[in-house]
């Protein structure tokens, strides 16, 4: 019996519903580079930069950056999904470890949330509102795959500039 019910709950909610009670760890996609990691940090700081992302915090002792919210993804489409969509917006967290022999980057998505529009007629008025969902508090709404692409896109613009003798990265 519970099982037909949980399959009429996913065949009604098909791409709305991810059936995650809890938050998951989120990927924290790391590459390394032989250059030393005081010159990796700085490199990754004006990639960043390049790609959008605008620099919140960063503190140069730990090599961490942590960049203001960012749109990465709007999912769309579905008849639960509000007008626009849902969209994706994360901090990216990099953070550079190592030494003069080479450096360790590790990226990480941080304060993941979807942000949704609605509009309501009540009594013949238009009432609109945004909507914040932060991942921690509804974990089954969020598509994991979207942030894992962001991520990899990240990863490899990063690893690839590093490794270009800076011809990317200056």
Not at 59 to 69: A, G, W
Request: glycine residues 10%; proline residues 5%; aromatic residues 12%.
């Amino acid at each position: 019996m519970w099982g037909w019910i949980l399959l009429l709950c996913f065949l009604v909610t098909p791409g709305c519903y991810y059936f995650r009670l809890a938050a998951e760890p989120l990927q924290k996609p790391r590459f390394v580079t032989i250059r030393p990691a005081d010159e990796a940090y700085v490199m990754v700081k004006r990639l960043l930069e390049r790609d959008g992302y605008v620099i919140e915090q960063e503190d140069p002792r730990e090599r961490t950056l942590l960049t203001e919210f960012r749109h990465f993804s709007t999912r769309a489409g579905g008849v639960t999904q509000p007008e626009g969509g849902r969209l994706y917006y994360h901090k990216l967290r990099a953070t550079v470890g190592g030494g003069e022999e080479g450096a360790d980057v590790v990226l990480e998505s941080v304060d993941l949330e979807i942000r949704s529009s609605y509009v309501y007629e009540e009594g013949g008025k238009v009432l609109s509102f945004k909507k914040r969902y932060p991942y921690e508090h509804y974990p089954s709404m969020f598509d994991l795959s979207s942030v894992n692409v962001e991520l990899r896109r990240m990863l490899g613009y990063l690893e690839s500039s590093l490794a270009a003798g800076g011809k990317n990265g200056r």
